[in-house]
């Protein structure tokens, strides 16, 4: 099955400073890289995603990189505002062909104001 | 889009019982999973809840500990049987909406299980 690893477990960043999480996966056949955001008792909400095909990925101030030769892939926060705070977590499809989902080990996201 | 409902949000058990979880997802979904998540970590995938037939369990995970059932495309429930304390998590009900592949996994509000 697959294996997530995801770093820093912490990150804290001033506002309008940018964040850089990154993830690396173990099944070369993966193709499908979310990322998740979980706000304080709340449930997990995608924020992006980006399939194999693709390098690279922008939506506002949030983009996502994919290098598949090396098994890794980063979220990328431009801009951060206090509402960026939460706990951030990637993922990868837990075998090939299946859509469920491993998770990487979460990255605490503090921006300070 | 899929807007899953989970149930009960919370609930605080005597060790020993069993608790049953509901999640009714408001449209049809293909594929439905259940995950745990202990305070202050990541999500685990307990398994996944196939309809109208025994769902598939991952490593750590049985079915006489956390039966599933799904009688039809879009309601599954959980049951977290003969609890002991370190039962308590957060059950997290999952579904993809139907319709073509890796596409994006909704998650219910999760069950806050608490067992004393």
């Known amino acids: 099955g697959e294996n997530v690893e995801q770093h820093p477990s912490t990150l804290s960043v001033q506002e309008g400073d940018s964040a850089v999480i990154k993830c690396t996966y173990s099944?070369?056949?993966?193709?499908?890289f979310p990322w998740y955001k979980q706000e304080l008792g709340k449930r997990p909400q995608l924020i992006i995603d980006i399939r194999s095909n693709v390098g690279e990925k922008k939506d506002q101030r949030i983009a996502v990189t994919l290098n598949k030769t090396a098994k890794h892939f980063s979220l990328h926060i431009t801009e951060t505002q206090p509402e960026d705070s939460a706990v951030y977590f990637c993922a990868a499809p837990s075998d090939t062909g299946r859509r469920a989902l491993t998770f990487g080990s979460g990255t605490r996201l503090q921006v300070q104001p | 889009s899929a807007v899953i409902s989970q149930k009960p949000s919370r609930d605080i058990c005597q060790r020993g019982t069993s608790l049953t979880i509901q999640c009714q997802v408001d449209?049809?979904?293909?594929?439905m999973f259940w995950y745990r998540q202990q305070p202050g970590q990541s999500l685990t995938l307990i398994a996944t809840a196939n309809q109208g037939s025994e769902a598939t369990y991952e490593s750590g995970f049985v079915i006489d500990k956390f039966p599933i059932s799904r009688p039809n495309l879009t309601f599954s429930t959980l049951t977290v049987s003969n609890m002991s304390p370190e039962d308590s998590s957060i059950y997290l009900c999952?579904?993809?909406?139907?319709?073509?592949?890796?596409?994006?996994?909704?998650f219910g509000q999760g069950t806050r299980l608490t067992v004393v």
């Open positions: 099944d070369s056949a993966s193709n499908y």
């Open positions: 999952s579904a993809i909406p139907s319709g073509g592949l890796n596409t994006e996994a909704f």
């Open positions: 449209s049809q979904v293909t594929m």
